[in-house]
């Protein structure tokens, strides 16, 4: 999991950098996003979706479209500028 999570935090400052400068964009599709995976595990059987489902997926979404956009913005902070030509980018 902590590998996941390291891979994910390598992908702000060069995949996911066009989100940078649209912080609702990403919100929305981390509201929406976020709480279909939570579900697609359901069904695999691999997380435990608290009952009643609505108000817990409200709540992940919630949560993930505020933690995202924030994310964002400290990496932008952190990698100011277009990446150099050296970078991997994912848009090759």
């Known amino acids: 999991m902590t590998v996941l999570w390291a891979q994910f935090a390598t992908t702000m400052p060069n995949c996911l950098r066009w989100l940078c400068q649209r912080p609702l964009l990403a919100a929305a599709l981390t509201y929406v996003g976020a709480p279909m995976t939570f579900l ?5 059987e691999l997380v435990h979706i608290a009952t009643p489902e609505l108000p817990s997926l409200l709540l992940l979404g919630s949560l993930w479209a ?19 030509s050296d970078d991997y980018t994912c848009f090759r």
């Open 40 to 44: 697609g595990g359901q069904r695999m």
């Open 66 to 84: 505020i933690t995202v956009p924030g994310l964002l913005w400290c990496s932008s902070r952190l990698h100011p500028g277009p990446p150099s």
